[in-house]
């Protein structure tokens, strides 16, 4: 920069010099005689319509019906439908071909389960933490499970999941998934912070076909057996007696179970047949370990 390009900088002031560069303008106050307002004719005319403009147009509960019956936009923000459909083809891409699944994937809002720090990944094919050691899984992965349940003879059959059990409820996204595609769900959750934060999720959605229960995956929940559907969000060593003695004849339950051996888990498939129980094992999974018992903090 030459010395013709050299100027005075104005800014910022130095708090010294303050004082030397602002002048302050001090006016007398002049003390005003009380003076009476007359109204204008115009004014008085229109009197009686301002008080009507500045009233209540409505009452809070007809504005909260008015509220309520108003549809939200589509195609704005993680709200839009054209969203979860984007996130619906991705999956469809990448080899999901259920139709029913699909939909239903394209029906639940998913960032409505995230944390909002993480809620811009909310339709990213990614697990995403939600507290307490837990994640809420991938989309593939959901959609992955839910298509392997719904080739199950019972769902063949019905065309739905029937009365399903879900071990894991986590933060409730899969679970009103699963709502979609079921006639019941009984979601378990062991950890009570998860249990409660679910709910409260859930609460916007009302999924009526849903009950969710705070109590030990491990052994399942008898009081609403035989289960026509079993899906878990955990893996352990080995499936768990109490899966297969409430899943009914003609369903299916798909879960991670670590290999023997080693850290690596896979997909397990078991159909419940008059004879028994037929097992298939498919891709490798990463999922929490399964554990037993309950936590109440």
């Not at 109590?215 to 035989?226: I, K, L, S, W």
Request: proline share 5%; hydrophobic share 45%.
């Amino acid at each position: 920069m030459n010395g013709a390009d050299k100027r005075t900088s104005k800014f910022p002031l130095r708090l010294n010099e303050l004082s030397s560069r602002v002048k302050v303008a001090r006016t007398p106050i002049v003390p005003v005689a009380a003076t009476v307002l007359t109204t204008a004719p115009r004014l008085q005319a229109t009197a009686a319509a301002a008080r009507a403009v500045l009233r209540p147009q409505q009452l809070l509960a007809h504005a909260h019906t008015d509220a309520s019956r108003r549809t939200a936009p589509s195609g704005l923000g993680l709200d839009s439908v054209d969203v979860r459909r984007r996130m619906a083809q991705r999956l469809r891409s990448a080899g999901v071909c259920n139709a029913q699944v699909i939909e239903a994937m394209a029906t639940v809002p998913r960032h409505l389960f995230v944390d909002a720090a993480l809620v811009t990944q909310a339709y990213e094919d990614t697990s995403l933490p939600i507290g307490h050691g837990q994640t809420i899984s991938k989309p593939s992965v959901v959609a992955r499970m839910l298509e392997l349940l719904m080739g199950g003879e019972s769902a063949r059959r019905s065309a739905t999941l029937g009365r399903v059990l879900e071990i894991g409820t986590g933060c409730g996204y899969q679970a009103a998934v699963l709502a979609v595609l079921s006639k019941q769900v009984v979601s378990i959750e062991r950890l009570r912070a998860l249990h409660d934060k679910a709910r409260a999720l859930l609460a916007p959605l009302r999924p009526a076909n849903m009950r969710l229960v705070y109590g030990d995956g491990m052994q399942g929940h008898a009081p609403n057996a035989p289960y026509d559907s079993i899906v878990a969000a955990a893996g352990g060593d080995a499936l768990p007696q109490a899966w297969l003695d409430q899943l009914a004849v003609g369903g299916r339950l798909v879960s991670p179970v670590r290999q023997a051996g080693s850290q690596r888990q896979v997909l397990m498939v078991v159909d419940r047949t008059e004879q028994g129980f037929e097992q298939n094992v498919y891709e490798a999974v990463h999922f929490v370990p399964l554990k037993s018992g309950m936590v109440a903090g």
